[in-house]
């Protein structure tokens, strides 16, 4: 029989309580598990027992809470007096509990374990003093010698299942975390393994294994790891769930929770332990629940792998919810809450490794759709870049034709006729089509990655003069100021591709005089050095770009890159080069581009809805700079205020060649050169002493300058002179003036041929 009393200040001793004056005072247990919940009062235990058989007995009492911080068990004598150390009213005393260290225990279980003795017929009393700043709650059972090791070998047994079971659905998830390196099995295993040291302190396994000689670890070390699992809940529910996105308002109550727990955890030191027990069982209700209906809500939204996921909680809730109603008294303490939440605990951690890859397997299916609708676009893609460049094959041809006759008929027509008029309507719109047509040509390339950079040795500085020579001119045709001073600092001879390098700047330039009424237009190459952040965060983001362009693009130390060819490799490295840092700068006064539409100026076919803006061109020549800059290893940024105008700028690295080089050194098979005497002979002939070759040919080559294409106009006059010799003077004579950028006066010249061909 089991009586109680309760010591509210935790005042009365051992020889008031075995006095008559409280023999009365003792109140009859009518539940089998005394509970009082948290509290700060001390519980004194009388248990009268008397043996009826006709043998010595010896008993084991049990106490099943193995959390109890203070016990002190009080015995009849004589009994065991090695473990004695304080004499009281004739009884043994023995002091033991999580506060004292492990060989306190005068069995040495996990469990609270003290032997009894009876002789046949014996009567006995014995009492137990409970102090504790956890739960109050008691539950014992007397056993015999052979019951108790019965009992024993069977909860061995039953731990081994529960614990093996944790560590491996631990492991199999920190294998699956460390292949897939998914942090949402991160946060799983973290759960798992606070819920495992929690049990292993809850239960003495801490004490008795771990940390036997510091028992003041164990308050400490089971509330970490109790408030950790509910951290880690926050995060998994977080991430599987993807409430960010899918329950916005859920995310941010759940954020809350965390700084709670998270606080909490900060607090330990400093809070009595059974105040944050009490509060902290509260709060995890409240968690829980809320946890459910967010499951809920996103299953209602369609995403399937919730429904193991909100199994899941609701085994843990269930198991939670119960233990805490019982540690706080709220409902009389049973065998279900006490010890069938390690069933729930397991169910938990299979049904959300089950959510877990159901996740997994949701999200390959997704990636293989992904992949097939990447493919099915790819495809289109390539589809539309072939048709492009199939059609503008195809208009090509018709139009350098009515572009040739277009030419040909204004020079027999006057000047101030309406023929003309329409004539040189005709001429600008098929130019005007023929350069959309190189776009689209270029634009199909860039996505097929199939256009590439074509590197070799050029005048920095002549081909910078050239170009703002020419944009001097369109910006006095507005009446605008342009401004370009040629820094002393700049490389006079360098390594890159020249042709779509004058090309990106001719656009930002032409651009910026276009999109601008009134003011100035202001061109700049600057030289930047290494400590210089000038587009760059840190001096080390400015050199690691350099190195990687430097060695991937301009690869002048192991071997050429696809776009270099050996031949320019092998004479570059001859030289003497090292890299340059240049930073172009384009800046106008016009009328700007508001901030939230500063990216989708570089989306292709796509123009700013503004009546200040030019109308003419397609959107594509922006995108088209961009992705040639990307290829060079830069990036075309842009800064714009309204009203005040535009500023386009970009930082690359060019090898410059220190060496003093002529002219006329052959960089490439592929490539023509031509020395200073050839130069001088050239440059005196005329018209005469030039064979000419068909009105066709001529047309094409007048269509390439009109369009600046340099490369093309290049290859086709070196083509030109290696189908016949005879063509060799007037291909060096076009050449020379190539090498100068001189297109206006190619396309003056071959319209001359032309009409003396004609």
Not at 357 to 378: G, P
Not at 437 to 466: G, Q, Y
Not at 732 to 738: C, D, G, K, Q, V
Request: glycine residues 4%; aromatic residues 12%.
């Amino acid at each position: 029989m089991l009586e109680y009393i309760e010591d509210q200040e935790g005042n009365l001793t051992f020889d008031q309580i075995c006095s008559p004056d409280y023999n009365d005072q003792f109140i009859k247990s009518n539940r089998d598990t005394p509970n009082f919940g948290y509290t700060r009062s001390v519980y004194w235990v009388r248990i009268q027992l008397h043996n009826i058989s006709s043998q010595n007995t010896q008993w084991f009492l049990e106490l099943q809470f193995p959390n109890m911080n203070e016990i002190g068990f009080y015995r009849p004598k004589p009994y065991s007096a090695e473990y004695s150390y304080n004499f009281s009213c004739d009884y043994d005393v023995f002091r033991t509990g999580t506060h004292y260290p492990f060989s306190s225990r005068e069995v040495p279980y996990n469990h609270f374990v003290f032997k009894i003795s009876l002789l046949p017929g014996d009567q006995q009393i014995v009492y137990l003093r409970f102090q504790s700043k956890s739960s109050m709650t008691f539950p014992m059972t007397l056993w015999t010698r052979d019951g108790f090791m019965h009992q024993s070998q069977r909860q061995l047994f039953l731990s081994g299942l529960f614990y093996g079971g944790l560590l491996l659905l631990i492991v199999y998830n920190m294998f699956l975390w460390i292949t897939l390196r998914d942090y949402t099995y991160g946060y799983y295993v973290g759960i798992m393994f606070c819920i495992l040291m929690v049990q292993i302190v809850y239960e003495g396994l801490a004490a008795q294994y771990f940390w036997y000689k510091t028992p003041g670890l164990n308050n400490h070390a089971f509330i970490f790891f109790w408030l950790s699992i509910s951290i880690f809940m926050q995060m998994l529910t977080i991430s599987f769930l993807e409430t960010r996105t899918r329950t916005p308002r859920c995310h941010f109550i759940i954020i809350v929770f965390l700084a709670i727990w998270i606080t909490t955890i900060v607090l330990i030191p400093f809070v009595d332990y059974q105040q944050i027990m009490s509060f902290t069982l509260k709060i995890r209700i409240v968690n829980i629940l809320f946890f459910i209906w967010v499951n809920l809500l996103v299953w209602r939204q369609g995403y399937q792998p919730v429904r193991y996921f909100l199994t899941a909680w609701l085994f843990i809730g269930l198991s939670t919810i119960l233990v805490a109603m019982v540690r706080m008294n709220w409902i009389p303490s049973f065998t279900l809450a006490e010890h069938g939440y390690k069933t729930g605990i397991i169910m938990t951690g299979i049904f959300l490794s089950f959510a877990l890859a159901d996740r997994i397997h949701m999200l390959r299916i997704e990636k293989e759709e992904s992949q097939n609708e990447l493919l099915k676009a790819l495809r289109a893609d390539q589809a539309k870049s072939h048709f492009l460049s199939t059609m503008s094959h195809e208009l090509r041809t018709p139009l350098t034709a009515i572009l040739g006759y277009a030419q040909l008929l204004k020079q027999k027509t006057d000047s101030g006729s309406v023929e003309f008029t329409g004539l040189d309507t005709i001429e600008q719109s098929g130019s005007h089509l023929v350069k959309l047509v190189e776009e689209l040509l270029d634009l199909a390339r860039i996505e097929n990655r199939k256009l590439k950079l074509n590197a070799k040795p050029f005048s920095l500085t002549a081909s910078l003069n050239s170009l703002t020579n020419m944009i001097r001119l369109q910006a006095a045709q507005k009446n605008l100021i342009f401004e370009y001073k040629p820094n002393s600092e700049l490389p006079k001879m360098v390594v890159g591709d020249e042709t779509q390098l004058i090309r990106i700047l001719l656009n930002l330039l032409g651009n910026a005089v276009k999109f601008t009424n009134q003011g100035h237009v202001t061109f700049k190459v600057i030289p930047v050095m290494e400590n210089d952040s000038q587009e760059f965060d840190s001096a080390d983001e400015l050199n690691q770009l350099s190195n990687s362009i430097f060695n991937d693009v301009y690869d002048l130390e192991n071997k050429p890159s696809d776009s270099l060819s050996n031949d320019v490799y092998k004479n570059v490295y001859k030289m003497d080069a090292k890299r340059r840092h240049l930073h172009f700068s384009v800046e106008d006064s016009g009328c700007g581009i508001p901030e939230e539409q500063l990216e989708q100026i570089f989306t292709p076919f796509v123009q700013l809805e503004s009546n200040k803006y030019d109308s003419k061109g397609v959107g594509l020549g922006l995108t088209i700079s961009r992705e040639l800059l990307r290829l060079m290893g830069a990036d075309l940024k842009v800064k714009s205020i309204v009203g005040s105008g535009s500023t386009f700028e970009f930082t690359l690295v060019l090898p410059e060649i220190t060496s003093e080089l002529p002219i006329s050194q052959n960089y490439g098979n592929d490539k023509y050169s031509i020395d200073e005497t050839a130069k001088e002979k050239i440059g005196n002939k005329s018209i005469a002493d030039f064979v000419l070759p068909s009105s066709e040919t001529l047309r094409n080559l007048s269509h390439l300058a009109e369009i600046r294409a340099f490369t093309e106009l290049e290859r086709e006059l070196i083509c030109l002179k290696s189908q016949d010799k005879q063509y060799a003077n007037l291909v060096e004579h076009l050449l020379l003036l190539l090498e100068e950028f001189q297109f206006d006066k190619i396309g003056r010249e071959l319209n001359k041929f032309q009409t003396k061909s004609d």
